[in-house]
């Protein structure tokens, strides 16, 4: 393959003129296909439908006799608690186990907060002068639009191969008590694929903060979510918390939403005793319990964790050939000519893209043209503003294999054309 940074003006001409042909052989074919959003195929849906058999006329009832079909139970049935803890890795009391959704979970944890404060001798964050919140990015969006929508202040955190910039990190919070805490993503990070170190595991939990009240918003939505058999380990951030003597420090995320069925699974949160018999409370008044027939039929189903990691192997077997294919592409397309970076991660539902600086914007909107929907450029970062214009998250999850081949192709093509009408600036 031929650096493109190094080849004269009229090479560069060449290879464009040849990429601007099979770009409009692509266009030609009016193609449709979406690869904006990491949703589980059918075939991935698929592996789950024995789940609905499991609650009917002789099976609504938990261990103990509590009648699954009535009121009560804000914190989750005792069966879906025990499963769920083993899953991220805490005890039985140190969990919630509610609906769906765990972004619910998130958003209302940060509501309680804005309202009532993190603990009973903290000042409602709503009531303090300022509010900042850490991003590392690229991150999800979806965390970031929480922050926007309750007018927090986001600041981006670089990421590398181990997670967030520490230094920077450690730096922030000792000198600003307005700033409340971070997100995070810690295993299979979204979109970058990463898995945080120990190291900084350990010093997101011992660290110093001005700020008495800040928060770890731990979102391990991809606990699970292996392509390889050598699977990346996370350090247990709860227990390294509590090490460091900030056990109340890190709230934990995490759900069955891409284990299950993505729009029928179940949500849990989990955290110190402390905050989730505070979190407990407070749901009271909100919810008069979750859907625990449904908590008691993926009980059912699961049986146990080694039901989860059995689940989740077929999982990999639908999902590694996709990731495969857009390895091979961007590797057979884009390898050698110095113009793009891209992940390979060993799990979770993303390959994050790194272009040329200012090439991200164009590279969608051409890709778009011709038929083939990614994730918004700048997504991925607070305000959708990448600072470089150059990620890309790509989601290879839902398409079938033949049309992620098409995809990635017309995609590496785009790459090309607008990189070099970069470099022939």
């Known amino acids: 393959m031929s650096d493109f940074t190094k080849l004269s003006i009229e090479e560069l001409n060449k290879n464009k003129n040849e990429l601007i042909k099979r770009y409009n052989e692509f266009k030609s074919q009016k193609l449709e296909l979406d690869m904006t959003r990491g949703k589980p195929c059918p075939e991935q849906l698929d592996l789950s439908m024995d789940l609905l058999q499991f609650a009917d006329k002789d099976n609504y009832k938990t261990q103990n ?26 005890e039985p009391d140190e969990i919630i186990v509610g609906g769906n959704a765990s972004l619910t979970f998130m958003h209302d944890t940060f509501m309680r907060a804005m309202i009532h404060g993190v603990d009973e001798d903290s000042v409602p964050w709503s009531k303090q002068p300022k509010l900042k919140f850490l991003c590392p990015s690229p991150g999800y969006d979806r965390h970031f639009s929480i922050c926007e929508f309750m007018g927090i202040e986001m600041i981006t955190i670089e ?27 810690p295993k299979y990070s979204n979109p970058s694929g990463i898995t945080y170190s120990d190291e900084v595991i350990d010093r997101l939990s011992s660290m110093k903060t001005k700020a008495s009240d800040f928060r770890i918003f731990c979102d391990n939505a991809y606990s699970a979510h292996h392509l390889t058999d050598t699977p990346d380990k996370l350090k247990n951030i709860l227990e390294a918390c509590k090490k460091a003597g900030n056990p109340d420090r890190v709230y934990i995320f995490g759900s069955t939403a891409k284990i299950t069925f993505a729009g029928g699974g179940v949500s849990m949160m989990a955290g110190s005793k402390k905050n989730i018999d505070r979190a407990k409370k407070q749901l009271i008044i ?18 146990d964790m080694d039901g989860v990691t059995n689940l989740m192997k077929k999982h990999a077997m ?14 057979r397309e884009l390898a050698g000519k110095n113009i793009v970076q891209w992940s390979n991660p060993k799990g979770g539902y993303f390959v994050s893209i790194n272009t040329l600086d200012n090439c991200a914007k164009d590279i969608v909107k051409m890709a778009s043209d011709a038929g083939v929907k990614l994730t918004p450029a700048g997504a991925t970062y607070p305000y959708k503003n990448d600072p470089r214009d150059r990620n890309i998250r790509v989601a290879p999850s839902f398409p079938g294999l033949n049309d992620i081949n098409k995809a990635m192709e017309l995609f590496a093509i785009c790459i090309q054309i607008v990189s070099i009408n970069k470099l022939l600036k």
């Not at 910039?165 to 971070?182: P, T």
């Open 286 to 303: 909100q919810s008069i319990g979750p859907d625990k027939i449904n908590q008691l039929r993926h009980v059912c189903f699961f049986k």
């Open 318 to 331: 639908i999902l590694k050939p996709k990731f495969d294919a857009v390895q091979t592409i961007l590797e």
């Open 159 to 185: 990421m590398d191969e181990n997670g967030p910039d520490m230094d920077i990190v450690e730096n922030l919070v000792s000198e600003d008590e307005s700033i409340k805490g971070i997100w995070c993503v």
């Open 65 to 90: 006799g509590v009648d699954c079909r009535n009121y009560g139970g804000v914190d989750g049935i005792p069966e879906a608690k025990n499963l769920f803890s083993q899953y991220l890795e805490v």
